[in-house]
């Protein structure tokens, strides 16, 4: 007795991304179906990819889904996913074929800056912690940054370390020595990462991070800071002059090395207000500043009102 022969089509459910990462896996929902209604999971595909000499084995799932393997290499990727003929002792079901193509993207990267001193003095020697990520996850360790001045020089070049920074999963990092200019101001960095030689394509990126440059320092300010009412010295109130910084210890003092100048003194915790003063630099000075304890509003307020 001669089998039956049923057509069959193979169809995207659902749209395949313009565009995948290199390397990666792509998960399709496929439509396989016969003309007579018959289930064709788990009946064998042929996958045929851009790298392949020869069609891969798959099937559908019970979900509709075909996974495919992205080659590692950017630029529109070519795939064929056919299916049959198929016989069995009284149906044959016919041969059908989807073909698609979809663009591989190279894996996205990102920098971090941090402890970058405030300010930075002029024409010294000064250092920052620079990190790079792969959105892969891909190993970074051995590749270069550089550094570039705002005459888009390089000013200084890092590789990254072995390590790990502590407490994240892919954060290569090195610390980077500089020099500052010999101007005073605001000046501005560029850190750039190119993420050339991985086994994975990689886009490279940049970031910028900006410090103020300033004359040495020549005098001692200490700033005491101490309740206004009881003259209880404040733990943790930030101090600001201009590009310079402090924090109050246990017992409310803060020091910061400054040049001679005239400078606006602003002083910062949750809870208090202080007056800003202006204060002139010759030579080394201490001050005391009242700050008065401003309770937060009880939250409830508007329910007991």
Request: glycine share 6%; with cysteine.
């Amino acid at each position: 007795m001669a089998a039956h022969t049923h057509s069959t089509a193979i169809e995207l459910s659902e749209p395949a991304p313009a565009e995948v990462a290199a390397g990666s896996e792509l998960m399709l929902k496929i439509k396989l179906t016969c003309a007579a209604d018959c289930d064709l999971h788990n009946l064998p595909l042929t996958i045929t990819s851009p790298d392949d000499t020869a069609p891969t084995a798959g099937h559908i799932n019970e979900s509709g889904e075909v996974t495919l393997s992205i080659p590692p290499k950017v630029g529109p990727q070519s795939f064929t996913i056919a299916f049959g003929p198929h016989e069995t002792d009284d149906i044959r079901h016919e041969p059908c074929a989807l073909s698609l193509t979809v663009n591989s993207i190279p894996h996205g990267t990102s920098l971090a800056v941090w402890d970058i001193p405030s300010p930075i003095v002029k024409g010294e020697r000064f250092t920052i912690k620079v990190g790079a990520k792969s959105a892969a996850n891909a190993e970074l360790k051995g590749l270069e940054i550089a550094v570039f001045d705002s005459s888009d020089k390089v000013a200084a070049r890092g590789r990254l370390r072995d390590s790990l920074w502590p407490g994240t999963s892919a954060l290569y990092w090195d610390e980077v020595e500089l020099i500052a200019p010999t101007e005073e101001g605001l000046s501005t960095w560029s850190v750039r990462f190119a993420a050339e030689g991985l086994a994975l394509p990689h886009d490279g990126t940049a970031a910028e991070f900006s410090a103020m440059v300033a004359r040495p320092p020549e005098h001692r300010l200490t700033v005491k800071v101490v309740e206004q009412k009881s003259k209880a010295p404040i733990t943790d109130v930030q101090i600001r002059l201009g590009p310079f910084r402090g924090t109050t210890d246990p017992a409310g003092i803060a020091e910061v090395m400054m040049p001679k100048g005239t400078y606006d003194l602003h002083v910062w915790k949750t809870a208090y207000e202080a007056p800003d003063h202006s204060i002139e630099i010759r030579g080394d000075l201490s001050i005391e500043v009242e700050a008065v304890f401003v309770p937060e509003e009880d939250p409830d307020n508007a329910w007991t009102m």
